[in-house]
Structure formats: C-alpha cells, structure tokens
C-alpha cells in the first residue's frame, strides 16, 4: 500500500479495502500473537529452569506442552465452545497432570536434569499417543494444528494472552523475594524463611497456566521456553527478575522471526506452515550446542537409597508360559475377529493369506525392538532409555516422508533402502555428538532427544503441505502392520536372527556395562568400542522394524523391564524373555487395534503406546 493508504488504515480503516482488512483480521494479530506466545513461553521457560535448577527444564521438555494439547483435545471431544474458559480450564489439567507425572517419576532421582527430561519424553511419547488414538479418524488436521499454527482471525486471542500473561508477570513481581532466594539454594532459602515447596508448587502452577493457554490458542510451540532463557544468560542477565524479563523479550523476537521467515513460504500448498514444528527445528541445534557445552549434575538433593530386592525365577519355566501365551494371542490374532454380525472364528484361507503377514510382522517388529530396548538400558544403565530416543525410528520415518514429499514413488525394496539410509545417517549424527563424551550415557540419550525433536518438526512440515501421497503415510506413521507382506516378513525376520545372534553373543558384555564405567574398565573392557558395537546393532534392530511396519513407542521400552519382573536379570535370560513379551504385546496390541472398534482400525503403535505406557508410568510409579 502507499503512504497515504497507511494512514488511512491507522487512522481511519477503509472496510471496503480488502487489504486493510487483512492487515487488520489476520497479519498484525498473528504478529502479535507470535510476540505474546514467544513472550509467554519463554517466562514459563525461565521459571522452570529456576525453580527446578534445571537447564534443561522448559514446556515441552517437561510433557507439560502435550498434556495440556491431550486436555484441548478432551474439551472438543466433549462438546466445549472453542476459546471457553472450561476450554483453557481443561487445557490446564491436562499439563498439570503432565507436570505432576514427571516429578512423580523424577522425586527419587532428587529431579535430576537427565532423569526430568527422560521422564517428560516418556509423559510426552504416552500423552500423544493417547491424543492421537481420540482422534485417529482426523490425524491430518490433529498433527498439523500440534505443531504450532499462529494463523488468526482477530485479536480476541491476543488481548486475552495479554490479559493473562501480564497477571502472570504482577504475580511474579509481588512473590520476587521469595524467588529470587531460590538462586541460593534450597537449604538457603529455607533457613531464611522461605516455604521451598510452596513457592515452587506456585511458580510451577504460573508456568504450567502460561503453557496452557498458549497451547489451546495455537498448539504446540516447541524449544522457544529452552532457548530464551539461555539465550538470556548468554546476554549477561544473572539476577531471576533480569532473566525473566529478558527471556520474554528475547522469546518474543525469536518466534516472531521465525514465523516471518516462513510467512513468505506459507500458502504455496494447501496447509500453512506449522510455526511451532519451525521453531523446533531451530531450537533442536541450539539444544545440542547446550549438552557440549554444559555439564549436568547427576542429582541435586540426595536420593533415596534402596535395597534393591531380587526374586530371580526359574528360566525355564517362564520362557514355557510366555511360549504358550505366544501362540494363544497369534492364534486369537489369526483366527477370531469381528464383522458386521459379530464375533466369530474364521478359517478362510483368503482372510488368513491377510491376516498372517500382518501377525508375523507384529512378532519380528515386537522381537527386534525388545531386543534393542534392552541393550540400549543396558548400556546407559538407565531403565527410561528406549530405541525412540535414540531417534533412528525417527530418521527412517523422515526418509520416507520426504520421498513421498517430493513425489518419488519407491518400490518396497527402495523404501527399505532408503529408509536405512535415514537410520544410518542419524546414527551417524548422535555418535559423532557423542564421541567426545567416549558415548557417555548420558550424552547418547540427550542427543538422540535433541535429533528425535529436529526429525518430528520436519516430519510435521512435510505432512503440512497437504499432498496425497504424504497424508497417505499417516497410518503408517503411527505403527501400522497394514503394509506389512510375504516378503517383508522374510527380511525382518533374517534380519532379527542375524542382529539379535550378534546381541545374544555380546551378552557378556552388556552384564559388565550394566554395573557402570569403573567395574566394567576394572575388567578390561573396552567401553567405547563395546559401546559402539552394542549401539550399532541396537540401531539396525531398530530400524529394520520401523521399516517394516513404521516408528513404534514403548515396546522397547517397556518389555526389558517385563522381562526383569518376571525374575530375569543377567542378560541372556532378559534378552531372550524381552523378545517374547515384545512379540505378545505387539501381536496383542495388533489384534486390538483391528477388532475392538471395529469397523474402524487404531495403528498398532497406537494401541501398544497407550496400552504399555500406562503399565510403563505404574511400573515406575511403584519404583520398580
């Protein structure tokens, strides 16, 4: 517009101008929504890294973000006007049972950096998959609004954020003595007076209302709460008000420059692009730079000590039971299913020639991914690692996307080939990352997040362009054997023997690394080398069954630990009764998803992230 049709729009808006109208419904309110989300995010950011003494803590390192995602979607599954105020209410729960879950998780580690966010990637992975299993029918429209759009249509959203995050900032400013003692320390703070757990429970209870409202209004906006407040620091704010403040203001520039670059990009297809999934795109370098630069202590209060107690069982006689149970669910999964007139058993070949692929598929995919769930516990001596982490389901998933993204069409063989080319090359990604810490457990889990996160943001861009072809990889996305074939099945299947007889071998090893870096160097062994093998092979394991039937959660994270219930501790035993219960709860959940909402079908991830990560979250609650 020229000149004077600017000052026609500040001064006296001209309706009848298309333009002005625009300016006016759309581009300045999503401006200034990506000013206020930016700012709100990241003060919810500072006030947890300082509370927590966490740098790492943040909305969606913490699954706050994606509990309070899971309460919108509750909302509009039961009715409620969009922008309500029982809306935002349930928006609120939904992150504050995400935050409570995390410490709960985290009260005995004395809520450690690395176990905080390990217990908010799983609050995170079993939240999603249950908001994805309400809405499985609209996974196209669920995904893309999660990942962040600022689009408006006026500024009621806005004015509301502002309202909000400006009682926000008064009720911080009133309670500024109290939480500026924190940065003393705990005991400090207490011996002048201060009510530690009250002032945290409050500061927490802000961050988590600030994320909430952010959440309802525009989805998911992810890393922007980790990188401002260490951006802040960066700049020389070293007093809690300085940080907070500054934090916003750099939040606020960090997502309204983000959101400009795409702008320009946006509209080419028929979805926006995602600012939120841009967002952490950005920020997931800036999280890798943070973990080489930093060291994290490994607790901050000190942890409870328990005697663990070990009630070995006999392993004959539970590998028997979970045989016998193997074969009952694969021939409940071949033969017993739904149709329009209920129940039934059916022996038809036709129906058996697609149902057992499918079956078979779910046993390997359930085998490989227990077998890498276990070596990757077992080498970072820390029983919430799982493959997911690592990220290599995630750059399988990514290749594959990005070919349908830019129209190729490859044939099954090309698809196992180029998805082995994505595994490899994150593989390659996290060990160079984590060389210099000699693949340090630590440093392996935290990096595989970082990638894990860069990997789900270009995921998300990719399913925003609306084609086809890429909505098409949707289902498969969520853990799907739909696909699965004759030959499929043969490939896994070799694969999992070879791979796994070269685990099962190395299972000395992985007995040594479970008692820590001192007893096993004690003994002679070469921790980087066998840390690099064991990783290798926890890599192909792992990607060989996303390949198949698509990225899967919690069956490796959660059969290792099946395995030590049943009385398996030394690692023979444990791999061999993990490849089980991965297969039962894979065919299960398989068999599930297929028949229990018939005639409509849930993925298998789905089904068995929802299902094991409820068991995953007792397990851990009962200390186990």
């Known amino acids: ?195 530690v757990a009250r002032i945290r429970v409050f500061g927490l209870g802000l961050s988590v209302v600030i994320t909430s409202i952010v959440v309802a209004t525009v989805g998911v906006i992810g890393f922007v709460g980790l990188v401002a407040p260490t951006i802040a620091k960066m700049l020389g704010a070293r007093k809690f008000v300085q940080r907070v403040l500054l934090s916003g203001v750099v939040g606020a520039l960090l997502l309204l420059t983000a959101d400009l670059i795409i702008q320009p990009f946006s509209g080419v297809s028929s979805e926006l692009l995602p600012t939120g999934a841009m967002t952490a795109l950005f920020g997931a370098p800036c999280l890798l730079w943070l973990l080489t630069k930093q060291k994290f202590a490994s607790s901050f209060k000190a942890e409870e000590v328990t005697n663990k107690v070990y009630n070995p069982k006999p392993f004959a006689s539970v590998v028997l039971c979970l045989t016998l149970l193997l074969a009952i669910v694969t021939t409940l999964a071949l033969l017993l299913g739904r149709t329009q007139i209920g129940w039934g058993f059916s022996t038809d070949l036709s129906i058996l020639d697609l149902r057992t692929p499918r079956v078979l598929g779910a046993i390997f995919a359930g085998c490989g991914l227990a077998l890498a769930g276990t070596m990757v516990q077992r080498i970072t001596v820390n029983p919430m690692a799982s493959p997911e982490v690592m990220g290599i389901s995630s750059g399988a998933a990514l290749a594959l996307v990005l070919c349908a993204w830019f129209g190729f069409t490859p044939t099954r063989i090309e698809q196992i080939l180029y998805g082995g080319v994505g595994a490899a090359l994150v593989m390659i990604v996290i060990l160079q990352f984590s060389k210099r810490s000699n693949y340090a457990p630590s440093q392996l889990l935290l990096t595989g997040i970082a990638v894990s996160a860069a990997l789900d943001a270009i995921l998300r861009v990719a399913l925003s362009s609306g084609q086809d072809n890429v909505q098409a990889l949707l289902t498969w996305l969520s853990g799907s054997t739909y696909l699965a074939s004759y030959n499929d099945v043969l490939a896994l299947g070799l694969g999992i023997v070879v791979f796994g007889g070269a685990t099962y071998a190395a299972s000395r090893w992985l007995d040594i690394l479970n008692l820590g870096q001192v007893s096993a160097v004690s003994v002679g062994v070469n921790t980087k080398q066998t840390r690099l093998f064991l990783l290798v092979m926890a890599s192909l394991l792992t990607a060989l069954s996303t390949l198949v039937i698509g990225p899967l959660s919690f069956v490796g994270l959660l059969a290792p630990h099946i395995a030590r219930a049943l009385g398996q501790y030394n690692a023979k035993n444990q791999l061999l009764v993990a490849c089980l219960v991965g297969s039962i709860l894979m065919v299960s959940a398989d068999w599930l998803g297929r028949t229990i909402w018939f005639p409509w079908q849930f993925p298998a991830g789905l089904m068995a992230s929802v299902v094991g990560g409820a068991y995953f979250l007792l397990l851990l609650r009962k200390g186990n």
């Open 1 to 195: 517009m020229s000149f004077s049709e600017w000052q026609t729009y500040f001064f006296s808006r001209d309706d009848s101008d298309y333009r002005q109208l625009i300016l006016h419904f759309t581009f300045f309110p999503r401006l200034g929504m990506a000013l206020l989300c930016g700012a709100a995010l990241a003060i919810a950011g500072s006030l947890m890294q300082h509370l927590l003494q966490n740098p790492l803590a943040s909305p969606t390192t913490l699954g706050v973000a994606a509990g309070a995602e899971l309460g919108m979607t509750t909302s509009l599954l039961v009715g409620v006007v969009g922008g309500s105020v029982i809306q935002y209410a349930y928006a609120f729960g939904g992150g504050m049972i995400a935050a409570s879950l995390v410490f709960l998780l985290t009260a005995k580690r004395g809520f450690a950096p690395l176990q905080m966010v390990l217990a908010g990637m799983v609050v995170t992975l079993f939240l999603g998959a249950t908001n994805m299993m309400l809405n499985e029918q609209q996974l196209s429209s669920l995904f893309v609004w999660g990942a962040g759009a600022l689009a408006q249509q006026g500024w009621d959203n806005s004015v509301l954020l502002l309202w909000v995050l400006a009682a926000v900032l008064a009720l911080v400013l009133l309670m500024l003595r109290p939480l500026s003692a924190l940065e003393l320390g705990s005991e400090v703070a207490e011996s002048a007076g201060v009510n």
